[in-house]
């Protein structure tokens, strides 16, 4: 027998080494083969809902690291919820309708307008279902647990059903309207956008000033006076009607050489630098309110161009003079509404103009500016033309412009339920704080939602038209189309003729003939995810409504929070959710936006085979999520070295308590010592804290608080002398056992705290715990904090040693810069206290220096000599220690070689004690060599 034979040394066959990119497939499959969540389910029924309501990404291409940190979230808070008391369902959901597939298709060669409408659509479907499986698939290597098997899909014959009675309910409350005023249009998508699908790219354009010859002044100004104006919108001109003017401004008539224009009073200086007027007078003024009515001459056009007063004017930039078409301006339309001018569309659905703009035909409204500038030039209408940079709307899918443009549309009156919205803001729980006043100003200042698109793979209106155009909407067409949607699909409108679609035997007095037409443009898909709280939570038995949270990035503001609330208030009267979580965006490790043309994007799959999702779920945990956080494969490396931390700290726990059983070998915590007792306080201290983190979301407190009491409770204190322990001691003894007890709680409660976070490891680690009963981690319960008696007074008693214990390791320290000692177990430590430090370290009853991991130490009632470190409540005095080190504990110890057994001799007396007792073979055998 060797020496080592002696000790308890930990010995365990979980691997140092994670091999999480092969180990991670392998659980997964154990989790789908158990149906791990749908056990999870079963524990679970009866007891209280908490429902996180997924947020549906869309169904084009593999997920990338936005997808990670959003799910990677959810799957942490359900997780969380349903090892906490909680019945947590979670049912993935896919976006499924829309344009990208359209596109996609298109690039596939598909031809949507020479295709039979059936085929089409079967085609998108087929392509939407192929990237549900390839996104489910990229999903799960995370380790996120769920329905997978029944997801919910916009395209699902149910969820279409359940979004048509959405709108029926809105039709019926007097929400839904069609309408011809200006809308986004986007003419590389051939369709109508909401406020949501537009973003904001910097964009090149022309700055012109521009006079329209006065044709009508009323007798209130010289007949050659000429109305300046300022545009970036050049190629609006041909379908200007007409110049706003604010009736409370002051305007005045500017002569500069043979010419008199007029501009508002208050930029006049401004102007004149613009246009270069060097020599200029003013020879009269005007308020605005009189000119209305006034008429002008169209720079180009054979027309007049009608003075008219608005309120929206502004003296911020331009003349104060506001060219107007009503069919390409939201003010413009509004504001000329009262003076009936013409809405004439002069653009199609591709951008280009048509027969309403004489001598553009077919030409794409940005290609025609030159045109029209050159109009303007030959008329001596133009005065002045430069160049500016500036944000400008373009259509989130395609990246390219859009233009206002007037067309009929369905639309949804905000304006009707907009203060319920508004109140329902005030009510929800933001976890982000500044979110609830982005959406509050998002719906007080929003307009009515354009709810109808010129497309074709989406959810049909459900309207149907009378013989003389009248539109019909009623709650029994409605509910009928619903049901045959919930039998057919919706594909059934577009390959129905409008008679087949109504209630049979249904008559309308729009109809006198019994002649129906249908709708032919689809919903907006943001109405498809904004109806799921109908299609998802109020339709599946294990779901609740409202949700008890939405949680997406910050992006969806204007887009899922926004529209999910706005169907729910107007269908019920109340949100959809009860609190709102928003992310911030996933940035490269630069802090720049991730692009493919930059080459700075990282796939999740990337992280996955390099790493391991538990690599990418740590990180998911570390980042402060609210804001927008980087990542790159170097930050990634850095959370793979502090997962190495955890996981070696858990194996140390693992390989020293693998001859532990709970039942046989645990110590009551009255029979504890302090350090036991001190470290279980402080570890419930953790679990309550933990708790309290995850139900506020916080991951990333969750993350900083088990790491730092890894390093610094555990590593720093604990398990740095605990070697000492459960290597020396008898294998049964108190102090042993006692320390192996805290151990054993301390891995098994770390294990189920960290299930949610690193949910392989957590198994892997699981697989070792024979104590437990549960197969899988995840079917344990989060940990409750036990508030031993006497906790308080012990933990301030514990403060006051730590405070101790620094003062100690300095004097150490001093003492081995002075060659004094080595090794901290070659120091013999003599301390010198006042009565306070006298009582702390007697009430502790400790083996102080166990705690401190030096061969001796003492409380002298003497004096302290000069030697002796002095601090404001003790004295430290650092000896070398006398005596030798002990082959087995390492510790110099004076009764090294003074046992009678020579084989026994090379130990301290205490080790052996120990190996006579365990091992008395050594007697007789003595060691090898």
Known sequence: MKIKDTLNLGKTAFPMRAGLPNKEPVWQKNWDDADLYGKRQALNEGKPSYMLHDGPPYANGNIHIGHSLNKVSKDIIVRYKSMSGFRAPYVPGWDTHGLPIEQQLAKAGLKRKEMDRGAYLEACREYALSQVDKQRADFKTLGVLGDWEHPYLTLLPEFEAQEIRVFGKMAEKGYIYKGAKPIYWSPSSESSLAEAEIEYHDVKSPSLYVAFKAADTKGKLPEDTEFVIWTTTVWTFPSNRGIFVHPDFTYVLVAVGKRKFLVAQDLVSDVAEKLGWEDFEIVQSIKGSEMDRMTAHHPFYDRESLVMVGDYVSTDSGTGLVHSSPNHGEDDYFYSRAYQLPVIEDLDEQGRFNENAPGLEGMFYEAAIPTIQGWLEENDRLLSITYFTHAYPHDWRTKKPVVYRATPQWFASIDKFRHAIMDEVERVDWIVTWGKTRLYNMVRDRGDWVISRQRAWGVPL????????????????????????????????????????????????????????????????????????????????????????????????????NSSITTSVAVNGIAPYKAVLSQGFVLDGKGMKMSKSLGNTILPADVTKKFGADILRLWVASVDYENDVRVSMDILGQVADTYRKIRNTLRFLIANTADFSVSTDSIDFAELVGSDKYMLVKFNELIASVKKSYDAYSFMTVYKEIVNFLTNDLSAFYLDFAKDVVYIEAKNSAS????????????????????????????????????????????????????????????????????????????????????????????????????????????????????????????????????????????????????????????????????????????????????????????????DA
């Open 462 to 561: 459900p309207i149907f038209y009378g013989e003389d155009g009248s539109p019909i909407i009623t709650p029994e067409t409605t509910e009928h189309v619903a049901q045959l949607f919930e039998k057919y699909g919706s594909g059934y409108w577009f390959t129905h003729e409008a008679s087949e679609l109504l209630p049979e035997g249904f008559t309308h007095p729009s109809a006198p003939n019994g002649i129906f037409t249908k709708e032919q443009d689809i919903m907006d898909v943001w109405f498809d995810s904004g109806s799921s709280w109908n299609g998802v939570l109020n339709t599946r038995s294990e779901l609740t409504y409202p949700a008890d949270l939405y949680l997406e990035g910050s992006d969806q503001y204007r887009g899922w929070f």
């Open 736 to 927: 042993r056992r006692g320390m192996q007890t805290v151990m054993y709680r301390m891995l098994v409660d770390l294990v189920k705290m960290l299930v949610p976070i690193l949910p392989h490891t957590a198994e892997e680690v699981w697989t070792y715990l024979e104590s437990e009963k549960e197969p899988f981690a995840y079917l344990s319960e989060m940990p409750d904090a036990i508030d031993y008696a006497g906790s308080s007074e012990l933990l301030e008693n514990w403060t006051a040693f730590f405070d101790f214990r620094t003062k100690v390791l300095k004097a150490l320290e001093e003492a081995r810069e002075a060659k004094l000692i080595g090794k901290s177990f070659e120091a013999k430590v003599t301390i010198y206290p006042n009565e306070v430090t006298r009582a702390l370290l007697h009430s502790l009853d400790e083996n102080l220096a166990k705690l401190l991991i030096v061969s001796e130490l003492s409380i002298s009632e003497d004096p302290a000599p000069e030697t002796a470190s002095v601090f404001n409540d003790c004295a430290i005095l650092v000896e070398h220690a006398q005596g030798e080190v002990c082959e087995r504990c390492r510790r110099t110890d004076a009764t090294v070689g003074t046992h009678e057994n020579e084989f026994l001799k090379m130990l301290c007396n205490h080790c052996a004690q120990i190996v006579e007792s365990e091992f008395p073979s050594v007697l007789t055998d003595g060691f």
